[in-house]
């Protein structure tokens, strides 16, 4: 602190006052480093705080935890969080440029990484009970750039199917929207975990609409629609508008799902997978130390299972060779005997 930082008189008694560590009252700016302080504490160069010392703000402390260690017992808010110099906290608080994270604990919520360009569908052969997907068999998992099916026939099943479609809509216009939905037969919406159109019963195509409340453009709000074809044509349609938006199918560019919309279809056909020593295993759930079907390479070019093998027909070197009448043919049969029921020779072959 220089000398003409103060006045003559009243203002050299407090300088007094601070050097006899004396409480002293200072109207203006104090500078250290410089003579023209420009707040309340102007400091050029380092403040140092040695151990066990903090620098308060009202109910806020700040103060030296460790060695290196900048600490508040109290909440900490900044606009953004940089380590080292790189940002890896931004204003949106995104995470960014970090090498490697390790989490622990129980997380209630996790945003997954969305990919653009399309929803996921789950179908399903509705035979076995009609307008059911609970009881319907999974024969398609698919990726579709927008919702827009006439007679999608999945896996060639004209009638009694059924579809799960999941993803996530981004609007453009910060307002609300109208959603229309096209549906012969079936079909339910849920928008943003809220179930919003229920029309679950054979019909002719028809429209059916849901307002949303204002929108924030650039989110993704969640989608989930549920539709069952019975027989005759079948359509499915998704649409949307606003004050800004003409009316449209909603376009891929708008469009996503999560990667754990696809990461969750194989537990869905196989339940739990995974490669151990070498095997790919299938099964609901793991039995002992192995699970319940195996499926391995037990040489070269032979892939093997230790369980029974069931399929439809049979093929080798892409020839059928046993139907799914279970007739043989396109064999060539090498026999030394035919035996009876009765394990007795009835014909012999030289």
Same mark, same amino acid.
């Given at each position: 602190?220089?000398?003409? %930082?103060?006045?003559?008189?009243? *203002?050299?008694?407090?300088?007094?006052?601070?050097?006899?560590?004396?409480?002293?009252?200072?109207?203006?700016?104090?500078?250290?480093?410089?003579?023209?302080?420009?707040?309340?504490?102007?400091?050029?160069?380092?403040?140092?705080?040695?151990?066990?010392?903090?620098?308060?703000?009202?109910?806020?402390?700040?103060?030296? +935890?460790?060695?290196?260690?900048?600490?508040?017992?109290?909440?900490?808010?900044?606009? =953004?969080?940089?380590?080292?110099?790189?940002?890896?906290?931004?204003?949106?608080?995104?995470?960014?440029?970090?090498?490697?994270?390790?989490?622990?604990?129980?997380?209630?919520?996790?945003?997954?990484?969305?990919?653009?360009? $399309?929803?996921?569908? &789950?179908?399903?052969?509705?035979? =076995?009970?009609?307008?059911?997907?609970?009881? $319907?068999?999974?024969?398609?998992?698919?990726?579709?750039?927008?919702?827009?099916?006439?007679?999608?026939?999945?896996?060639?099943? =004209?009638?009694?199917?059924?579809?799960?479609?999941?993803?996530?809509?981004?609007? %453009?216009?910060?307002?609300?929207?109208?959603?229309?939905?096209?549906?012969?037969?079936?079909?339910?919406?849920?928008?943003?975990?809220?179930?919003?159109?229920?029309?679950?019963?054979?019909?002719?195509?028809?429209?059916?609409? &849901?307002?949303?409340?204002?929108?924030? =453009?650039?989110?993704? &709000?969640?989608?989930?629609? *549920?539709?069952?074809?019975?027989?005759?044509? *079948?359509?499915?349609?998704?649409?949307?508008?606003?004050?800004?938006?003409?009316?449209?199918?909603?376009?891929?560019?708008?469009?996503?799902?999560?990667?754990?919309? &696809?990461?969750?279809?194989?537990?869905?056909?196989?339940?739990?997978?995974?490669?151990?020593?070498?095997?790919?295993?299938? $099964?609901?759930?793991?039995? $002992?130390?192995?699970?319940?079907?195996?499926?391995?390479?037990?040489?070269?070019?032979?892939?093997?299972?230790?369980?029974?093998?069931?399929?439809?027909?049979?093929?080798? +070197?892409?020839?059928?060779?046993?139907?799914? +009448?279970?007739?043989?043919?396109?064999?060539?049969?090498?026999?030394?005997?035919?035996?009876?029921?009765?394990?007795?020779?009835?014909?012999?072959?030289?």
């Amino acid at each position: 602190m220089t000398d003409n %930082a103060f006045s003559l008189g009243r *203002e050299t008694r407090k300088w007094l006052d601070l050097w006899l560590s004396r409480n002293a009252y200072i109207a203006g700016n104090v500078g250290i480093g410089t003579t023209s302080p420009a707040e309340k504490l102007h400091v050029i160069g380092n403040v140092r705080i040695d151990d066990a010392y903090k620098l308060l703000w009202s109910d806020t402390n700040l103060y030296r +935890g460790a060695a290196d260690v900048l600490k508040t017992d109290d909440s900490f808010d900044a606009l =953004a969080l940089r380590i080292g110099g790189t940002q890896v906290i931004d204003s949106s608080r995104n995470i960014q440029n970090i090498v490697n994270a390790t989490l622990s604990g129980k997380l209630n919520s996790l945003k997954l990484a969305l990919e653009t360009g $399309g929803v996921v569908g &789950y179908w399903y052969d509705l035979r =076995a009970e009609s307008r059911n997907l609970a009881k $319907g068999r999974l024969i398609e998992v698919s990726k579709h750039p927008v919702v827009d099916f006439a007679d999608y026939n999945p896996q060639g099943q =004209a009638d009694y199917f059924g579809c799960r479609i999941v993803g996530y809509i981004c609007p %453009a216009y910060s307002e609300a929207y109208t959603l229309y939905v096209t549906s012969d037969d079936g079909v339910r919406l849920w928008f943003n975990g809220q179930l919003v159109i229920d029309a679950w019963r054979d019909q002719a195509p028809t429209t059916y609409t &849901y307002t949303t409340p204002t929108l924030t =453009a650039g989110v993704w &709000y969640p989608i989930v629609i *549920e539709h069952y074809e019975h027989a005759g044509g *079948e359509r499915l349609l998704l649409e949307w508008s606003s004050a800004s938006q003409a009316r449209q199918t909603i376009p891929s560019d708008r469009l996503a799902y999560s990667s754990l919309d &696809y990461v969750a279809s194989p537990k869905v056909l196989w339940g739990d997978t995974g490669i151990v020593a070498g095997k790919i295993l299938f $099964g609901d759930y793991p039995s $002992g130390t192995s699970f319940d079907v195996n499926l391995y390479r037990s040489a070269a070019d032979v892939l093997k299972t230790d369980d029974n093998f069931d399929a439809l027909a049979l093929r080798i +070197g892409g020839t059928e060779v046993i139907t799914s +009448g279970r007739i043989l043919y396109n064999v060539t049969p090498r026999l030394s005997s035919i035996q009876n029921t009765a394990g007795q020779t009835v014909l012999e072959f030289g």
